[in-house]
């Protein structure tokens, strides 16, 4: 018995380029996907006096090489401090006092964060199916 394999080197010419171009295409899904949930995350957050916190909210995009383009959204402080204080808005704070005996309140607990990113996650989703789909034939 034989077996014959004819159309190799075409086969393999076309994973390349599907490899290349799929690739390419998930980063520009990814991006697209990030933008969206940073906009949704940025109308979350509530505005204090300086508006820090809803200013240093970005998004940063990670493109590894084995692992494909994924992407992470939150407040990011900078060295002006910027964004540190992101986890007391959210979770709230018990009475709290500085050294001196100062009371400086309590902070009620706004889970701004909830729900952030739904909408774009299923877009993001449906986008990534179709990109899929248009390079693999089964």
Do not use: C
Request: avoid cysteine; glycine fraction near 10%; aromatic fraction near 6%.
């Amino acid at each position: 018995m034989s077996i014959t394999v004819t159309g190799e080197k075409e086969t393999i010419k076309k994973l390349w380029i599907y490899n290349d171009a799929f690739i390419k295409n998930a980063k520009r899904i990814t991006r697209k996907a990030s933008k969206n949930v940073e906009d949704d995350y940025k109308t979350r957050v509530p505005v204090g006096k300086t508006g820090n916190l809803r200013k240093s909210v970005k998004a940063k995009n990670i493109y590894n090489r084995g692992g494909g383009p994924a992407a992470t959204v939150m407040p990011r402080a900078t060295k002006a401090g910027r964004g540190y204080h992101r986890h007391m808005v959210a979770y709230g704070t018990k009475p709290r006092s500085q050294r001196r005996g100062k009371s400086t309140g309590i902070m009620p607990r706004n889970d701004f964060t909830h729900g952030v990113g739904a909408a774009a996650d299923a877009q993001f989703n449906a986008d990534m199916q179709a990109e899929v789909s248009k390079h693999v034939v089964i």
